[in-house]
């Protein structure tokens, strides 16, 4: 049996290991023939995957990890053309969109199975249901869709990743994927634990792992960063676990097993938790080259801070991990959640305030700003529901004009945001994004940069945000690049 493993185009210019089906591939049992297919480093996947299902089309399975927003765009109208070409191949839909939405996923012409959550163990089962003719439907972490209703199989335990063999990098084009960012010259990607252990409402996580985390311990992390810069020259790793800062012990383990590497290093973490560690914990992780930390704080409004769940946070240890983490010399990254349906203008406003405060505290830490958009969680989607929220039912509808920003999280069409109120945001971050550009930009000069901070400066002090529309064409000029933009 053929498996072609295919990542869809992402984004144009930020390239990173295709962990999610290089995962997959890892645990394919030696019987399988398989090859990745990534279109963000092959401007022709299509065809080549193609070609390579032409091979064989009885033989070969398509599986496809799709993400909302582009992925989504690349490969709903792909795999649909893939259907009427190849209707005997089966094309397997796997990753956090098809595990949100598997019913729009699976009753779509282009998608015959979606796979749910992990799908290492599951993506096994079902090559060998195949190709023993058997009918996959029911598997456990399998869903379909049959006669107008899906049939889900039962979701599977979790499991801890590095108990799967070593990723096969030797498979990949190793090269195309050492990435020049701000954090080195050579900078890879790994994902070291299975879900996250906090349940906020507005999180796709929460949707999938429901509060599940299962940490690799951190030898295993070591070893693969360890494999990484000896075999391949990593002199940079971005951690994509959805919370690698969730246990100090093994973080501080971590940083000790990495500190003779010379590797810089970025991940994601939480507010609180990282605030209760210790000096030692701290001091060890910046020693090990640890640059940039990724915290969701989420807004400034303590009131919307609780109605997302999130778990007790406090603005005020926002302020103090921001001047906390500049003690050390790692950079905090702060990613807002603006605009709940409860109050949205009194949410963008108290959060605008203290994305001030943070600056002024710490003029290096970096600011993301995004819009809230529903999951289908109890809690805040509730309230979205009774001012007359709806998810799309088909994919044709997750593609309209509407719904394809959706996911994105810069603009969504939820009722309770007037454009004016959006508008504010982006141009608040406008402002701000000119008065202290991010350090993750790699494209203005350091003249680009102090020309556009003169220009800014007034605004920023008198707090006038209103249509800068000279900033934002200088921005554009130059090709500046928020941090959110440069992937993370
Ligand atoms: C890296 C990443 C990106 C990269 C893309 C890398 C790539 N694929 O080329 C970039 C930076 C481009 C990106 C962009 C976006 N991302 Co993104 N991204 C991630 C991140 C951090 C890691 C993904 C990853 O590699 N995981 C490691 C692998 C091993 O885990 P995995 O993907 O879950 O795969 C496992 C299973 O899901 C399953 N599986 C996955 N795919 C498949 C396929 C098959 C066939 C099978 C059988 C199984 C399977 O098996 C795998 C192994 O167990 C995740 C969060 C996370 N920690 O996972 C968010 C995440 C997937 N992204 C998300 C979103 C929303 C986006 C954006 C659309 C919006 C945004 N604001 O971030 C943008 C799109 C913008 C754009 N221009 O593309 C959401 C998805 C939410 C949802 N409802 O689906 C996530 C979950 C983040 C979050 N918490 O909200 N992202």
């Not at 997959?24 to 401007?43: G, M």
């Not at 796997?94 to 996923?105: H, K």
């Not at 006669?147 to 063999?165: E, K, M, N, Q, V």
């Not at 309770?416 to 109120?421: D, E, H, V």
Request: aromatic letters at 12%; proline letters at 8%; one cysteine or more.
């Amino acid at each position: 049996m053929n498996v072609i493993l295919v990542n869809p185009r992402a984004q144009k210019s930020h390239r990173r290991l295709p962990l999610s089906v290089l995962f997959v591939a890892r645990n394919l049992p030696e019987w399988v023939t398989w090859e990745i297919v990534d279109a963000n480093i092959d401007p022709d996947a299509q065809a080549r995957a193609e070609a390579l299902i032409a091979r064989d089309p009885s033989n070969t399975v398509v599986m496809v990890t799709v993400m909302p927003g582009p992925q989504l765009a690349w490969a709903t109208p792909w795999c649909r053309k893939l259907k009427a070409r190849f209707p005997e191949t089966p094309v397997v839909w796997g990753g956090y969109f098809p595990s949100v939405y598997p019913e729009a996923v699976c009753a779509d012409a282009g998608v015959d199975y979606a796979v749910l959550n992990q799908g290492e163990d599951t993506a096994v089962a079902l090559v060998e249901a195949l190709s023993a003719g058997e009918d996959p439907a029911g598997l456990p972490g399998l869903a379909v869709w049959r006669d107008g209703a899906l049939i889900r199989g039962p979701l599977r335990p979790w499991t801890r990743s590095s108990r799967y063999p070593m990723p096969p990098y030797e498979r990949l084009p190793m090269e195309d994927y050492a990435a020049k960012t701000f954090l080195g010259q050579r900078t890879f990607n790994h994902h070291s634990s299975v879900g996250c252990p906090y349940t906020c409402n507005f999180c796709a996580v929460t949707a999938v792992a429901n509060g599940a985390w299962i940490p690799d311990p951190a030898k295993d992390v070591v070893e693969t960063v360890r494999l990484l810069h000896d075999r391949y020259r990593a002199d940079a790793i971005e951690f994509h676990d959805n919370n690698f800062f969730a246990a100090e012990r093994r973080c501080h383990a971590v940083a000790r097993g990495m500190a003779s590497l010379g590797v810089r290093w970025w991940g994601e973490g939480r507010i609180d938790t990282m605030l209760a560690w210790s000096h030692q914990t701290w001091s060890a992780m910046a020693r090990s080259g640890l640059a940039m930390v990724f915290y969701g704080a989420e807004s400034g409004d303590q009131d919307a801070l609780e109605a997302m769940d999130k778990g007790g946070l406090e603005v005020e240890q926002t302020i103090a991990l921001n001047k906390r983490a500049r003690s050390y010399g790692v950079i905090p990254e702060f990613s807002f959640v603006m605009g709940n349906p409860g109050d949205p203008e009194g949410d963008i406003a108290a959060t605008i305030a203290l994305v001030r405060r943070l600056k002024s505290d710490n003029s290096d830490c970096e600011i993301i700003l995004y819009m809230y958009t529903p999951v289908p969680l109890p809690g805040m989607f509730d309230d979205a529901t009774a001012l007359g929220f709806s998810f799309p039912q088909t994919l044709d509808e997750w593609l309209s004009p509407t719904w394809s920003g959706y996911e994105e999280r810069r603009n969504p069409v939820t009722p309770w945001l007037t454009p004016a109120i959006v508008q504010r945001v982006y141009d608040f971050e406008s402002v701000l994004h000119a008065w202290r550009p991010s350090v993750s930009d790699r494209n203005l000069r350091p003249w680009q940069r102090a020309a556009l901070r003169v220009l800014a400066a007034p605004r920023y002090r008198l707090g006038w945000y209103t249509r800068p529309y000279e900033l934002k064409a200088l921005q554009r000029l130059w090709r500046y690049r928020r941090p959110e933009e440069m992937g993370f």
